[in-house]
């Protein structure tokens, strides 16, 4: 009978550890402040990379429980649980395009942006993600090009008016000081800029603030986060990267992104108590920041 019982508590546990993972809300669904954030001309995202344990179809759950209306996808997440073995990218069936259009509308979530995804050094490669994007109303490409592929690109945006925002991954990667991203742009359209990921920054020893300052007239949308001293993913406004500071150089320069929660740390409920926490300070934020 004992034996019977450990086995029965361990599925038991089983079952409870793959329902935290797979659980949408936390808690009761926020109503967010979206008039200030209109009045400012900021939209909350999340990087569908947060919930990368989950498929995409639960994390649009997840976000929608969350009272965030947008999304941005990445590229190779599980489309569903239903279809596992499917993946959301710009290669999906047309089938599957509109079921996930399908899943969009239900839960009233916006994709605005679709990275990071590479481009390929040539135009109809280029091409097969501008027009995945275009299909689901994407603003938003983020991408690490190569150099030399910027041109193209930049020709490819302003024919399909989608932007082109381009990630800094931590040092060594190629754009990890905002300066290269600066070089690039320059001669481009206003669709080609950054993507600012200002937890890349700071684990590259760099001071978000001040790489946003530089990056003034080219910010097209962010990966925001906080972290602490140790470089761990923390709900904003309680680390090291200055939080309040980069949202007031946000509306100092006059900047309309799109600012997207991610987490490149944590899992199942802890994780979610954390995006809910970054989702309730940037809604006090917002809010003060509107009035002021």
């Known amino acids: 009978m004992k034996r019977l019982w450990v086995v029965g508590a361990a599925l038991l546990a089983i079952c409870m550890g793959t329902a935290t993972r797979a659980q949408a809300p936390v808690g009761k669904p926020l109503k967010l402040n979206h008039r200030a954030m209109d009045r400012l001309g900021w939209k909350l995202s999340c990087q569908a990379w947060t919930f990368r344990e989950m498929s995409a179809f639960e994390t649009l759950d997840t976000i929608h429980n969350l009272g ?4 941005e996808f990445f590229p190779g997440q599980r489309f569903s649980r239903e279809k596992p073995d499917a993946k959301l990218d710009h290669n999906m069936s ?7 259009k399908d899943k969009l509308k239900a839960v009233k979530v916006r994709p605005m942006n679709y990275g990071v ?6 135009e109809a490669s280029a091409r097969k993600v501008f027009d995945f994007a275009k299909k689901l109303g994407i603003r938003t490409i983020v991408s ?3 150099e030399a592929t910027v041109p193209m690109l930049d020709r490819l945006a302003q024919e399909y008016k989608i932007n082109v925002a381009i990630h800094d991954h931590p040092k060594p990667s190629h754009y990890w000081h905002p ?5 690039v742009s320059q001669g481009c359209s206003k669709r080609i800029g950054a993507c600012a990921d200002t937890g890349h920054w ?3 020893g760099l001071v978000p603030v001040e790489c946003l300052q530089r990056l003034e007239g080219r910010i097209i949308s962010m990966h925001f986060k906080d972290l602490n001293a140790a470089k761990q ?4 406004g309680t680390g090291e990267c200055n939080a309040r500071g980069m949202l007031e150089e946000l509306k100092a320069q006059g900047v309309k992104p799109v600012i997207s929660i991610e987490y490149e740390h944590g899992s199942g409920a802890p994780l979610l108590a954390n995006v809910r926490k970054c989702v ?3 809604n006090t934020q917002v809010g003060d920041l509107a009035d002021d």
């Open 233 to 236: 993913d923390v709900p904003w």
């Open 280 to 282: 309730e300070w940037f």
């Open 117 to 122: 995804v590479g481009f390929g050094n040539d």
């Open 144 to 146: 690490e090009p190569a």
């Open 94 to 100: 047309p089938e599957l395009m509109q079921e996930l």
């Open 68 to 71: 965030i209306r947008y999304v």
């Open 202 to 204: 700071y684990r590259s």
């Open 179 to 183: 300066d290269t991203v600066l070089k």
